[in-house]
């Protein structure tokens, strides 16, 4: 006959069957499979009624592809494979009436490796799990138990990977030992009678992680130690990809909560990595769904080497990270400098949504490793600089992407460097060139650069929009003043820019007698409009009337002299 549930063809090669009015017995019973067989004996009870009660006695030999059809059917969400074939003696189920069941068995596994299973099960909130695993001298035995929100937990012995290897097919938790003599019982109603004792020690566990398929860590050492209501890490030294990360820390009873405090210590952090460990949608659940309070909250000081994020790396990262028990996470980003430039912030995401708040700071830093950090590729720009700026975003779950909701303020200072790559100003000059307020020597202008006395650039940003009230730029040879807008989120510029052609000191601009730089003790200046993608905008001459008077204050300032605007002549 077939067992539809296994999708497997028995035979019943013997059997003795007694039918009464209140139960069925049989004994002698033979049941073979490929090659897998059990013999047994059994009772159905209340077969005619509700109450119905089964009792089995069984021993025999299981193959590989039976054991895994039957753990398949019984966890088919377990992809965990056992090793075979297996034999066992002793075994018994029992099962209702109800949700009630008991199982026991001991089982001769590959490498002499013996287990002795039994589990018992009065209800889904109820139920004893013990198993023992012995090998010659080593031994290893848990058992857990569970009753509604009461938990007990008892280790003991030496687990290693000979006695992992004799059970499961592949090995994949284990490829060291773990030695424990531990004792936990915690009631979640009666937080008071929590008890903890004993102590934890292993080396090169494998522990897979449940919410990101094929993610595993890897515990190199661990040193776990219980003192009545009080756990601590002593020292943990865990792997993951190619990152080792250091722990120690505690957790303890605070009232009717647990609070653990513990540190990681790790050469480098990559958000991409970390990000992976999340599964799709999990931080967009909403309070309902999150249920009642955490029985723990958390605090984690991170100290990191180095922390990524796309194109971006801090170093160093300090940070302090909280749960609380409403599931809220707060990131203190204590110490963490991003190309030079401090960044000391505050992040909170929590069932609402997720919101944060920075500093940018740096005070007499040199600006061409910066540049260079941030842009890469060759030197921009030299000098130093003075930089304080506040960003803040937030962002509710499902109201779009966060960095449209980025606001803040800049003040950015440099002085005395010179510009390497003209970019922008290489456009400008370009249009200065065509109608003939300049001639450019090409080779020299990209061979040196323009030298510059001071760069002041001052905005606020609005929903990812950086409105610039103050551009500025003074040197020998040129002055530059402008406002406008950059959107940070299309990379889209906007600018309107006052161009001043000053002394020939640099060399490299040259003025053409049909127009001087000073007439009537006036500097000539030239509107133009800066527009289009910031990595490659549009520089086109613009009409007087489009300059704002702010821009020809900004200039009279920059310069500390009265100036004449020229239309745009162009040969």
């Keep these: 006959f077939r067992l539809v549930p296994l999708n497997q063809s028995v035979t019943l090669t013997t059997a003795a069957f007694n039918v009464i009015p209140d ?3 049989f004994s002698k019973a033979e049941v073979r499979a490929d090659g897998s067989a059990l013999n047994g004996s059994g009772r159905v009870a209340g077969y005619l009624g509700n109450r119905r009660r089964a009792e089995v006695q069984f021993q025999g030999l299981l193959q590989q592809p039976e054991i895994h059809r039957i753990l398949t059917f019984v966890r088919p969400d377990r992809a965990v494979r056992f090793a075979g074939p297996v034999s066992i003696s002793a075994g018994s189920v029992v099962w209702g009436p109800g949700e009630t069941a008991t199982a026991a068995a001991t089982i001769i596994g590959q490498q002499n ?35 509604r929100r009461l938990f007990e937990l008892k280790a003991q012995g030496e687990l290693t990977e000979a006695l992992v290897d004799g059970i499961l097919q592949e090995n994949k938790i284990l490829s060291g030992k773990v030695k424990a003599d531990l004792f936990v019982r915690l009631d979640l109603d009666d937080l008071a009678s929590t008890t903890v004792q004993g102590e934890l020690t292993g080396e090169d566990i494998i522990v897979p992680w449940a919410k990101a398929e094929g993610v595993s860590f890897v515990v190199q050492s661990l040193d776990l130690r219980a003192e009545q209501q009080a756990g601590y890490l002593d020292h943990a030294v865990v792997s993951w990809q190619d990152r080792v990360f250091d722990l120690t820390g505690s957790i303890e009873r605070s009232g009717d909560h647990f609070a ?11 958000w991409n990595l970390l990000s992976s460990l999340i599964p799709e949608g999990e931080s967009e659940r909403t309070a309902p769904e999150r249920g009642r309070p955490l029985p723990i909250e958390a605090r984690l000081t991170v100290r990191a080497g180095e922390f990524s994020y796309g194109d971006f790396t801090w170093d160093p990262f300090y940070a302090l990270v909280s749960l609380s028990r409403d599931r809220t996470v707060q990131v203190e980003v204590t110490d963490a400098e991003l190309c030079a430039i401090a960044t000391p912030g505050l992040i909170a995401i929590s069932s609402e949504g997720i919101e944060a708040a920075f500093q940018m700071l740096a005070s007499d830093a040199n600006l061409a490793p910066t540049i260079t950090c941030l ?5 921009v720009i030299g000098g130093n600089y003075d930089l304080t700026g506040e960003i803040h975003l937030a962002r509710k ?28 100003v ?13 001639q450019i020597k090409l080779p020299e202008l990209f061979q040196e650069g323009i030298a510059y006395d001071s760069i002041l650039i001052t905005g606020q940003a609005d929903r990812g929009i950086l409105v610039c009230d103050t551009i500025t730029m003074k040197g020998p040879s040129l002055g530059l003043a402008g406002e406008g807008t950059i959107d940070l989120i299309n990379k889209q510029l906007d600018l309107t820019i006052l161009a001043a052609p000053l002394q020939r000191l640099d060399r490299i601009l040259q003025y053409v007698p049909l127009v001087n730089t000073i007439l009537g003790g006036e500097v000539v ?35 500390n002299l009265p100036l004449k605007l020229i239309e745009p002549l162009v040969k």
């Design 23 to 25: 139960a069925i017995t």
């Design 397 to 424: 779950n499902g109201t779009g992407p966060l960095m449209n909701s980025l606001d803040g303020q800049i003040e950015f200072q440099a002085r005395e460097g010179r510009l390497h790559r003209l970019g922008i």
């Design 375 to 379: 842009q890469g590729g060759k030197k």
């Design 426 to 438: 290489g456009k400008i000059l370009t249009v200065l060139s065509v109608m003939d307020v300049v």
């Design 260 to 270: 653990a405090d513990m540190e990681l210590i790790t050469g480098s952090l990559d």
């Design 113 to 147: 490796v013996e287990a002795d299973i039994s589990f018992y099960r009065e209800s889904p909130a109820q139920a004893r799990y013990v198993i023992a695993l012995s090998q010659g001298g080593t031994r290893a035995s848990i058992v857990i138990s569970k009753n």
């Design 525 to 559: 200046t030239v509107p133009v409009k800066v527009s289009g993608d910031w990595n490659n905008p549009a520089v086109k001459t613009a009409p007087v009337s489009a300059v704002r008077g702010n821009v020809t204050r900004i200039m009279k300032n920059t310069l």
